[in-house]
């Protein structure tokens, strides 16, 4: 039985070593992009590699990337949970420090218990409720109403840039309390190794290279699949290039919002209206990250914090709306990187993304260098480099990851529902779908997508059967 796996991401590659080490050998990859990794995109940078797409391992227990690699790779860590604060303002007034300090620690006490299963309102209903709530108790009653609801913009941008959504209230909270949680750092790193390191160990090259997979032997890339005929003795996948291959299964692992733009014409015939019902009400996010270079830090360095957090000013939210800064407003932190004594990273999400893609470096480092002037202090040196990702505008990833928002939750529209194969007519499964949507666990992580590599490789050895 020959299976055909789409894409070579992280679930495609580890569902093609699963694969090859239960001794199934006649599977082939086909890959859109002209190379391997998908949204794990490691790019070299100086003497080291940075990564436009994922970055951090988050957890250490119950994160099987972690608990495959972390005995044998040196991880670093960003060690967030252990750093200190620094929030700036803004227009770089010194606001109550203090004050500041309590709100940071209500609203993170918030976020650990957001996930309440009881609770089927969105992540942004929730917070507002419990933060306004105790605001009006000891001890926060004499803080400034104007300063909590700076803070509150801070946390509200946050969870937007960990989600990739556009507002908190997109963000079901029903879904997430029924995700899977992982313990330990939430922020290791690969140092200056990146995130592509990890096909090391998928393929066992590290640290078994006796038992190594030849995972790469079975990859084509510039391969874009435009159609699967599924319904048929055999399924025939039609490539960009007018290729043809047949096979007895499919793994599909395109992102949703690959599904979201072209399912209609990936698939023939269309896929069943459950799928298609599931793919429609899941959300599918977008983010951006930019890396800025400075010749040298210029913050302190013996200071252990972690990020310059920006507390948006009324005043400077009202100035800049409407102008070509707007988009700053969505910026939540300056990021240190790991390993990269002189780069910044920043998130940048909202629905000002399609804007931000047409902004050229100049522009970025601009308004980037007049913010962390203002903010910071007016000595900030300009950036002499700025790296970005477009995932948005590249057709095989159409945005960043998945995202379940309340309506996903009313309607069924769950990874566990877009995981689920599609049957051909004589009732035997024929395509199987992985990637980080379908992970009900860990969606949009890269453990997650790994996660489903090998629940879909599992399938198929269930199918063959
Ligand atoms: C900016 C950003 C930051 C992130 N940060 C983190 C992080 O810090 N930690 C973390 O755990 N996760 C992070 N993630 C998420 C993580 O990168 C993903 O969950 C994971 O890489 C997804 O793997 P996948 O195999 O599901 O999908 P993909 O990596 O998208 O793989 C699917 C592959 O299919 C190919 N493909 C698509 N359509 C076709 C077609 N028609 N024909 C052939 N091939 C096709 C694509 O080119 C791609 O290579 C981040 C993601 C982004 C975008």
Not at 235 to 257: E, H, K, M, P
């Amino acid at each position: 039985y020959r299976t055909v796996i789409v894409g070579a991401g992280l679930s495609g590659y580890s569902a093609a070593a699963r694969l090859l080490e239960r001794g199934v050998n006649d599977i082939l990859v086909l890959e859109a992009e002209n190379r391997i990794g998908g949204r794990v995109h490691t790019v070299p940078f100086h003497n080291g590699r940075i990564d436009m797409g994922a970055q951090w391992v988050h957890g250490q227990q119950n994160n099987i990337i972690y608990e495959m690699v972390g005995a044998h790779f040196p991880f670093g860590d960003s060690a967030w949970e252990n750093a200190a604060d620094m929030f700036l303002l803004s227009d770089g007034t010194a606001r109550n420090q203090t004050q500041i300090a309590q709100l940071a620690h209500l609203a993170e006490g918030i976020m650990a218990v957001v996930y309440d299963p009881s609770y089927t309102g969105s992540f942004g209903s929730f917070f507002e409720y419990h933060y306004w709530n105790a605001l009006n108790n000891e001890p926060y009653r004499a803080i400034p109403r104007s300063l909590a609801t700076k803070v509150q913009h801070f946390y509200h941008t946050y969870t937007n840039n960990f989600f990739g959504s556009k507002s908190w209230f997109d963000i079901s909270i029903e879904i997430y309390a029924n995700a899977g949680y992982t313990l330990g750092s939430q922020w290791v790193t690969w140092r200056d190794s990146g995130f592509s390191t990890v096909f090391e160990f998928l393929s066992k090259r590290r640290p078994f290279p006796q038992q190594a997979l030849d995972v790469e032997s079975k990859i084509l890339v510039n391969k874009e699949v435009t159609n699967i005929n599924w319904d048929g003795a055999v399924i025939t996948l039609r490539c960009a290039d007018n290729s043809q291959y047949l096979a007895d299964y499919v793994i599909f692992t395109g992102s949703l919002g690959v599904l979201k733009h072209r399912h209609n014409t990936l698939f023939t015939p269309t896929l069943p209206a459950r799928k298609t019902s599931a793919i429609q009400y899941s959300d599918y996010g977008s983010l951006e990250k930019i890396f800025l270079e400075f010749s040298a830090p210029f913050w302190d360095q013996s200071y252990n914090f972690a990020e310059f957090s920006i507390l948006w000013t009324e005043r400077d939210i009202a100035e800049l709306t409407g102008t070509s800064r707007e988009w700053l407003i969505h910026i939540g932190y300056f990021r240190r990187i790991d390993a990269f004594p002189t780069l910044l990273g920043v998130f940048f999400i909202g629905a000002r993304i399609p804007d931000f893609n047409a902004f050229d470096q100049n522009k970025i480092i601009n308004d980037c260098h007049w913010l962390l002037s203002r903010a910071y202090t007016p000595n900030v040196p300009r950036p002499i480099n700025a790296i970005r990702s477009n995932w948005i505008t590249l057709r095989n990833f159409m945005g960043a990851y998945s995202l379940f928002t309340p309506t996903s939750a009313y309607y069924g529209a769950t990874p566990s529902r877009l995981a689920e194969p599609v049957n051909g007519s004589n009732g035997r499964p024929r395509i199987f779908f992985a990637g980080e949507h379908t992970s009900q666990l860990f969606s949009g992580y890269a453990n997650g997508a790994v996660e489903t590599g090998y629940r879909a490789a599992a399938e198929v050895l269930s199918a063959v059967v």
